[in-house]
């Protein structure tokens, strides 16, 4: 019983991990939405998509897909910075210790000693150990294929 939990934890945390992000929607009568994951529904796999095109061209501000008629949610682009990653990289090359690392998956963040925090948008903190983070979360992005 405990899997079935956990197994719906970690789905809710994947969808919430693509509120903001650009998705295509499939539903159940074959047509396609491409916009930006704006919010969704728990209960019923509803979602809500903003600046939204339909498969012909037309646009749309805001689009409503109910669950039941939901086929299939894709991603359109790829995340970049991945926090689970992300904390496997500080460990094995920056010699941060494990126990020092918090991992908050479902906002795609990392902890450093309480004092620290990484994102796709950077490093929040300052001292020796944000500075330390800092370099490292470039060179993460480098062997990424981004940054210099």
């Known amino acids: 019983m405990a899997l079935v939990g956990e197994a719906s934890r970690r789905f809710i945390a994947r969808l919430n991990a693509l509120l903001g992000k650009n998705v295509i929607v499939h539903t159940m009568k074959g047509k396609v939405y491409k916009g930006i994951l704006y919010g969704f ?50 460990v094995r090359h920056g010699g941060i210790a494990l126990h020092q690392v918090r991992v ?33 979360y470039r060179e993460y992005l480098r062997k990424k294929g981004v940054g210099d």
């Open 104 to 136: 908050y998956e479902d906002l795609n963040i990392v902890e450093v000693s309480r004092t620290v925090k990484v994102s796709k948008d950077g490093v929040e903190g300052a001292g020796p150990l944000a500075q330390k983070i800092y370099t490292l």
């Open 41 to 90: 529904d728990q209960s019923t796999l509803s979602v809500v998509l903003t600046n939204v095109e339909e498969d012909g061209g037309t646009k749309h501000p805001l689009v409503f897909v109910t669950g039941h008629n939901l086929a299939e949610i894709t991603v359109e682009e790829s995340a970049i910075f991945d926090a689970k990653e992300f904390a496997d990289f500080l």
